[in-house]
Structure formats: C-alpha cells, structure tokens
C-alpha cells in the first residue's frame, strides 16, 4: 500500500534547538497513528509542517507520493483540530461548521445539507441555531471536528484535541473520535501526551523523545516490545532490572535468569523488563526473586504489590483484591514465565 503521506529527512531547527530531527516517516492510507511523547519532544513541530504551518528547515514532505514541501497549506487537502476549539464567537453552531464550505464558495444548498449531516454524525443536529458559548466544552469539541471534516479533507490532524476536557468526558469523545474515524475513512494523525489515550485510538503509535521517533508501532507492539528504557517506561509500568547478557542469558548479580530471546550477541549493558502483571507472587523459596512487601496500593479492580528488592530495588506486581494477599513485611518470592520477560539494551 503506498503512503498517504510520508516524510523524508523532515527537520526543524530553530537556532541552536533541534525541533526534530531529521525523521522518515510514512502514515498509512485510512490509518490513525498518534504522535505520543513527552512535552518537548517534537510532536507538534512535526504535526504543524504536515499542515504546513511550520516551514522545515530540511527534508521533503510527499502527499500521496507527490512532494508538498513547499505547497500552502491550504492546498494540501489537510484539516486541523486543535486544544483551543477555536469556534467563531459570533457565528451559530451551524455557521461555525458551514465556514470551511462558503470559504471555497460551495452553493448555499448543499452547505446547509453539508452541514446538516456533519452535525448528525458529532450527535448535535439540534443544536445548530445555538452559539459556542451556550455549549459545554464536550460539545464545543463536537463542533470543532464537525467543522474540520464537513469539507471531506483525506488528512486530519488533531493536536491534543481532548486535553481540555474532563476523565470521563476525553473517554466517551475518544470513542467518538474512533467511530468518526472509521465512518469516515480518512487518515487521522493524532498528537497526545497520554499514553492510555494513545494505546486505546490507535491503529500505530509513533513514540517520540527528544526530537526524533523512539519506537513505532501497533500498540501490542510497542506495550509488548519496547525497544528501550525510554519505551518501556513511558507506556504501561514495567520493572527494570540493570544487568548484561551473556552467552544468551540475562546476568543479573551473578545470577543467570531465563529469557525468551536474549538475542544472540552479549550485552555488556542491558535492562531486562517485566510488566507488573505478568508477575506472580509466590512462597518466596519458588520466586525467581525474593523480596519483602513493601506497599499495598489499591486500585480499584486490584491491588499494585511493591517489593523490595535485597538490592534496595522496587519490584511490583498485581494481585487480585478477591483472594488472600501477602501483607506489608511479609516475605515474598517473585515469578514470571520468561516468555514475559524482555531484554533492552542500554
Ligand atoms: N517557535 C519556536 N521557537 C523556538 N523553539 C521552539 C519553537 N517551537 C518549538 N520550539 C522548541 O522545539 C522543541 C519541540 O517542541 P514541540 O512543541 O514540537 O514539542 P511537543 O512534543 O509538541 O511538546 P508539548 O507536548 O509540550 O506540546 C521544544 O524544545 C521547543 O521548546
């Protein structure tokens, strides 16, 4: 499948700061793929040169395989949804949404029919007469997406277009955001710093740290198979233990523990990470570690287990509130099928 859109040696410097690197990127036809990362990291350099916003100090950008490096923005056929809804205060709802079409001087009728059926799909059809002001901010980002997609852009980008909203209210509009997604087939790029917000919209994840893609993947992948420290630390928790590979072993003081796939080569520096719950806690003579209960912390659906290492080391798992757990002081063995367990390098 070609490309929707694909970047080569795309870069921004401003001075001596590198925005981003140069990045090779290529985004899927009808794919979502989420821009996730830290705060500084380049995602929205990187999202407003898509749009052209931005202009790249080096490197092309092609959209469908054709170069729009240097085409204005309003001619790359992208659309934009920001934080800031950035409706028009003196404009209806249904005139907020009819503006993209009366800007490319569509006839009257079939922008009102446009914009009738843009509403029905964000669930607002009743509210077109009303002003953004009269709305909540749920339903203001309604009209926002609605007045993005209302002209049929192929790509559209959304920066952080939750971030003002509520726990509850950013979880119903990420199901909204999916389902829109699918019924409109168009390529959704995606930045957001929240990492569950990521795993749940994506089709791919593009994990970006300091200026350049870390990782780049389904979400299993990158949940599964992070391919650093960086990786495995900003999606899900995970244990880290500090250690090298040897003769296809993980050592970890002098202690060889089993791995799946160490890799062929030895490590002399290299993580080996365990998710929380994929460790089981057991008498403490069957652990593959041994430690003692330090914290209990209680979730909700279970209850995070944090040991402590003879080394000092923080180790946690999950464990069910239904069924007996060990207490605070106890000792506890720890265990994981190696199959679980993955090496990093460092
Ligand atoms: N106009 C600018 N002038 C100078 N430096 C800038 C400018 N815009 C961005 N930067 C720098 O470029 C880097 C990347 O910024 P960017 O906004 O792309 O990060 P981000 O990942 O989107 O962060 P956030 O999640 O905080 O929005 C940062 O170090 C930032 O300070």
């Known amino acids: ?55 790249p100090t080096g ?10 490096t240097d085409l204005p923005a309003g001619e790359r056929g992208i659309g934009m949804v920001f934080q800031s809804y950035a409706l028009f205060p003196h ?80 979880e119903h509009m990420q199901g909204e ?12 790029i995606y930045v957001t710093h929240d990492q569950d917000e990521a795993l749940s919209l994506s089709d791919r994840v593009c994990l970006m740290n300091d200026a ?3 990782q780049i993947g ?28 040897d003769a296809g072993g993980f050592v970890w003081r002098d202690r060889k523990l089993a791995v799946a796939d160490a890799g062929a080569n030895s490590l002399p520096k290299a993580s080996l990470m365990v998710r929380p719950e994929v460790v089981q806690v057991v008498p403490a003579e069957q652990g593959i570690l041994q430690g003692t209960v330090r914290e209990l912390v209680f979730q909700g ?3 995070k287990l944090i040991a402590s290492l003879p080394g000092g080391e923080e180790f946690s798992a999950r464990v069910s509130c239904k069924t007996p757990h060990p207490q605070v002081g106890e000792a506890v063995g720890l265990s994981w099928d190696p199959q679980h367990a993955v090496v990093l390098s460092r």
């Open 1 to 55: 499948m070609h490309p929707k859109l694909s970047t080569r040696g795309l870069a921004k410097r401003y001075g001596a700061v590198n925005a981003l690197l140069p990045t090779d990127l290529d985004v899927l036809p009808g794919e979502l793929l989420t821009l996730l990362g830290p705060s500084g990291s380049g995602k929205t350099t990187l999202l407003q040169m898509l749009a052209g916003l931005v202009e």
């Open 59 to 68: 490197g092309q950008l092609f959209i469908d395989g054709k170069d729009a």
């Open 91 to 170: 404009m209806t709802v249904a005139e907020n949404v009819g503006y993209p079409l009366r800007m490319r001087r569509r006839k009257p009728a079939e922008i009102d029919a446009d914009v009738a059926s843009a509403l029905a799909m964000v669930k607002m059809d009743a509210f077109g007469a009303r002003y953004p002001r009269e709305l909540s901010g749920g339903q203001q980002q309604r009209i926002a997406l609605a007045r993005c997609f209302v002209y049929r852009p192929g790509i559209i980008l959304l920066d952080e277009p939750l971030g003002a909203l509520d726990k509850n209210l950013r």
């Open 177 to 188: 955001i999916r389902s829109l997604h699918r019924e409109l087939g168009a390529t959704f």
């Open 212 to 214: 350049r893609i870390e």
């Open 218 to 245: 389904s979400p299993r992948d990158l949940y599964d198979r992070p391919v650093s420290r960086f990786a495995a630390n900003f999606i899900g928790q995970s244990n880290l233990l500090d250690g090298r590979v």
């Open 301 to 303: 659906s279970d209850i």
